[in-house]
């Protein structure tokens, strides 16, 4: 069981993200999935959305002081085991997590891993960032543990479009030399694939570069919102565990799927991967 003994602390993990209005994605699905996840769920967020089942009407930033102060506030009196990034919004924002995370031992050459999933679009392809913030994120991307693009943000941050499983190779390089250490590139949207074989790049604690393929079902439901997000949190709670990446992204793997199988309608769009568990 992934249930903490009660009267201790839990595993402790960190979501600096957006907020669905609409309950289905960003920090509302990180934080249900850290609890599922037997994990102590803490969220620094970055923006609010204005968004339902239909999509994201817009977006309004928090104060980069209010982002980074969430960050220190929990990081310094609580102590986190994981962090994981999703919607940042702006340059500006992206920048000074970068930073603090730094400064705060988060991310690669600290004690801390973190997750960067690019949150650029919503599924509806609504902007869930400002144009000017792409290059500030394939910075960010230097600091990370695992980075886990899909096959858009692939194309908006490298300009390589994947048709086939080979081409999701070449993105992982691609990705890869941007700098983060591990790479997990999400197949979701070669609908070519029946097998929707996610591929893992990254190198090994012996220096040795390592890929791994991660086959799963492919679902014919259209309620797949959130789903990203879901899938970075349920990893994150698995680093928080103190799992390495290539297990806790198996682990991440498993429980998205069995999200979708679970997933719901909901209002008149699309609904959200979720699970009651
Ligand atoms: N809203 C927020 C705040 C998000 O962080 C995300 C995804 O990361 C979305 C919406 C979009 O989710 P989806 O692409 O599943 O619609």
Redesign the pocket.
Known sequence: SLRPAPGTTPARALTI????SGGG???QADLRTFQSCGVHGMSALTAV?V?NSVG?SGFHEIPVDTVVGQIEAVVTDIGVDAAKT??LASAEIIRAVDDTCRRLGVGRGGRVPLVV?P?AA???GDP?LRDNALDALRELFARATLVTPNLDEVRLLTGIVARDRAGLVDAAKAVHALGPEWVLIKAGHLVDDPDCVDVLRGVDADGEPRLVELPGPRFATPH??????TLASAITSALARGADVVDAVRFGKRYVVRAVRESYPLGSG?GPVSGFW
């Open positions: 993200a957006g907020s669905d994605a960003g920090v959305t968004q994201v999703g919607m999933d949150v919503s599924m509806h869930l797949t919102h959130g789903g990203g997000d699309i």
